[in-house]
């Protein structure tokens, strides 16, 4: 029998089964697609550069994930703001340009925005004793309380719907509010994706991978899994696995598909049926060089409301192809995500691109566009959230329950929704079953 099976070859579980590896757990991984690394993929270029078409950006502050790039030895590329944002404050307005981390208000906004940032950190340190009044609050409503202008409004609502990949009416402020805990507040928000790699973050995926040998199983779907008084029986396509200790490394969105409602808490199990899982379309456009830096452009675009939220410059450090990514989340994915056609959607994100300013936009040389809501394994991208009311009903929704241990970034304590959440979650995770055996 072994000590751990391990649902999930993405970040998470593939940190987790490393940890216990190196504590000599005995272990399978079962990861239902043909490959690992969950909502991390990357794919080379022809012209040898690489697009991350899952998670992408890192910032020096989150320390695993930095740590993890270091003993790969990936390159870090700088993000780039030289040049002016673009900002459309709603889908028939005008484009306003403004310099790099400058909002386009006016002064009275500008101000209503940093009494709100500062009433909102303020919040931050003892939001935890308004549970109840907080999670019946939306999101929404809370963000219209902390400003003035409607302006100011808007554009906050705008960057924390693409941040929440939900709208905010369907999450609660105190979602929201532990969000931004896990994070730091807004600075650490601000310095969250400071870098991308060269090679992508597949590579990451990869060297954990490489310490699993064949204790890591692909194409290996769990269809069943079984509660005995100590261990666990869990089937997948390739076989039958025994083990005292479960691992579900998976988004929540799919603990009903894979028999796991049954195991667990009335109260967890109603939390979960109703979660809100992240919307979002990443479209990754190549162009032969990066043109919009020619016109005095950043490449980042925010625009609430519209068929994409925002883009940035995702070009390579060492010149050559120009690499535009677009992002289409929460309400934006949900109409974008009914154009079902990869190549419809792109000429859509061309379409957008071109009607931001009228100026010429040259056809792309490559591109791609990845409904993370249509992956059957995923359902969804960034991360999950708990529908209003979620946390005063069961604040604890990821806490081992009888040898299941939850990991994966909807399930962090630090950096929820993020790279750097999967792995801290792996670390709290693999520290639960080493526990549990060591009562043996």
């Not at 690394?37 to 989150?62: E, K, M, N």
């Not at 030289?82 to 790099?100: F, K, N, Y």
């Not at 549970?131 to 003035?148: E, G």
């Not at 010429?360 to 791609?368: D, F, G, T």
Request: some cysteine; proline content about 5%.
């Amino acid at each position: 029998m072994l000590d751990a099976i391990i649902i999930g070859g993405g970040l998470a579980g593939l940190a987790a089964a490393r940890h216990l590896k190196r504590r000599g757990a005995s272990l399978r991984v079962l990861e239902a697609r043909d490959r690992i690394g969950g909502r991390v993929q990357s794919q080379r270029l022809t012209s040898g550069h690489f697009i991350d078409l899952g998670a992408q950006l890192i910032g020096d502050a989150q320390t695993r994930i930095s740590a993890l790039v270091d003993e790969v030895g990936l390159t870090r590329v700088a993000r780039n703001h030289m040049g002016q944002t673009v900002h459309i404050p709603s889908p028939d307005a005008e484009p306003v340009l403004a310099r790099s981390g400058s909002p386009p208000l006016s002064l009275i906004g500008k101000v209503d925005a940093l009494q709100a940032l500062w009433d909102f950190d303020g919040r931050l340190k003892s939001f935890r004793a308004d549970i109840d009044q907080l999670d019946a609050m939306t999101a929404a409503h809370f963000i219209a309380d902390m400003t003035f202008t409607r302006a100011t409004a808007a554009l906050l609502a705008g960057f924390t719907e693409g941040e929440l990949c939900v709208p905010l009416d369907d999450v609660s402020a105190y979602e929201l509010l532990d969000q931004s805990a896990s994070v730091g507040g807004y600075d650490g928000e601000r310095a969250s994706a400071d870098w991308y790699l060269a090679e992508g973050m597949a590579p990451v995926a990869d060297h954990l991978a490489s310490a699993l040998g064949g204790d890591l199983i692909l194409n290996a779907a769990v269809t069943e899994i079984e509660q005995h008084t100590e261990w666990f029986r869990v089937s997948a396509r390739p076989g039958t696995y025994r083990a005292r200790n479960l691992v579900v490394a998976v988004p929540p969105q799919l603990y009903e598909q894979l028999g796991l409602f049954p195991l667990l808490p009335a109260e967890r199990r109603k939390v979960l049926a109703t979660y809100r899982h992240g919307e979002v379309i990443k479209t990754i456009l190549v162009f032969e060089r990066p043109w919009w830096r020619d016109r005095g452009l950043s490449g980042d675009v925010l625009s609430p409301g519209s068929m994409f939220n925002s883009a940035l410059d995702g070009s390579p450090e060492n010149g050559g192809v120009g690499i535009l990514v677009l992002f289409a989340t929460a309400a934006a994915a949900r109409r974008l995500s009914q154009t079902r056609a990869e190549s419809d959607r792109i000429s859509k994100a061309i379409d957008w691109l071109r009607g931001l300013s009228g100026w010429p936009v040259p056809n792309p040389i490559a591109a791609r566009s990845i409904d993370w809501n249509a992956d059957p394994w995923s359902l969804g991208g960034y991360a999950s959230r708990r529908p209003i009311g979620g946390w005063s009903e069961t604040p604890d929704l990821f806490a081992s329950s009888q040898r299941i241990h939850f990991a994966g970034s909807e399930t962090a304590n630090e950096w929820r929704s993020f790279m750097e959440g999967a792995l801290q979650s792996a670390e709290r995770a693999a520290d639960d079953v080493l526990r549990d055996l060591s009562t043996l």
